[in-house]
């Protein structure tokens, strides 16, 4: 598993459910976004907001 930066196992593997919906449908980087301030929200996963979070995402998704 792809270590996005989250405090846990379940937290990377959420975003690596969001990186992969990005790259299976091509998502810009203001729906990845949007999806990752949604995720923050809950208490278990607010670091998804985080900036190196942000950024291995948007690498990972190509930088689009």
Do not use: C, P, Q
């Amino acid at each position: 598993m792809t270590d996005y930066g989250m405090y846990t196992e379940k937290g990377n593997h959420k975003i690596a459910g969001i990186v992969l919906e990005a790259k299976l449908y091509n998502h810009s980087w203001n729906v990845v976004s949007s999806r990752l301030n949604e995720l923050s929200k809950e208490k278990e996963f607010e670091e998804a907001i985080d900036t190196m979070v942000r950024e291995l995402v948007f690498v990972a998704i190509g930088g689009k």
